[in-house]
């Protein structure tokens, strides 16, 4: 069996009921929650601030992988930290000094890692591919749940699981992004480690069927 992690992502969940929903996830056998950080300037799109981080983090039971999509995000390390986040992903395109984000980001405890857009060439990670955790390829445009796998992406994949490979580095592939029960296989062969997945299980009739499924897929 394939040991894949799925990491539900909260940016489709009910924010009206948002308590119960992580109560959900609480119970799934997911690996971690995602949240979403959007700032409405390096992505078209606002989402939650630190006061509702650490409102998620006082009930949810799974370690938190804080995606930060905005600008200058080494203002903030600290906060983030403070508010409960575990993993830390910062976006390759807003860091002038990817290193030293890096090492910052596990000097205060947590997990580093950094995400491409479509459109940015995987191969501009070799010189921090060793100090990361996991490197995060979004498979759609960000700044919005729900959207259509980019097909583009498998090339991305293969060539960043080669990359690590060579390295015999134990950096994890994420994925975020269009991921369904019948795609998630074809990604696991491609070598993918972590799906963020939102709208395929907060759009379900059985979210927990959903994410158990996700997980035990070969």
Avoid at 31 to 45: A, Q, S
Avoid at 175 to 200: K, S, Y
Wanted: with cysteine; hydrophobic share 40%; glycine share 6%.
């Amino acid at each position: 069996m394939s040991k894949h992690l799925v990491f539900p992502s909260i940016l489709t969940a009910d924010f009206l009921h948002l308590a119960d929903e992580i109560d959900m996830v609480n119970r799934s056998e997911a690996d971690m929650l995602h949240l979403d950080i959007m700032d409405g300037v390096y992505v078209p799109n606002l989402t939650i601030g630190f006061p509702v981080i650490r409102q998620i983090r006082s009930v949810s039971q799974k370690p938190l992988d804080v995606h930060l999509m905005i600008v200058d995000p080494d203002r903030y390390l600290d906060a983030y930290r403070d508010a409960g986040a575990d993993w830390l992903t910062v976006h390759y395109e807003t860091c002038p000094h990817l290193h030293r984000t890096i090492q910052r980001i596990r000097e205060l405890g947590m997990k580093p890692a950094v995400s491409v857009n479509p459109s940015t060439d995987v191969s501009l990670l070799g010189p921090v591919l060793g100090d990361l955790n996991m490197v995060l390829v979004m498979t759609v445009n960000p700044g919005f749940g729900g959207q259509t796998f980019i097909e583009a992406s498998w090339d991305k994949i293969k060539k960043l699981r080669q990359m690590i490979d060579e390295k015999n580095g134990n950096t994890l592939i994420q994925v975020d992004g269009g991921v369904t029960e019948e795609n998630i296989g074809d990604l696991i062969a491609a070598g993918v480690d972590v799906f963020v997945v939102g709208n395929t299980i907060f759009s379900a009739d059985d979210p927990l069927q959903v994410i158990r499924n996700l997980k035990t897929h070969p």
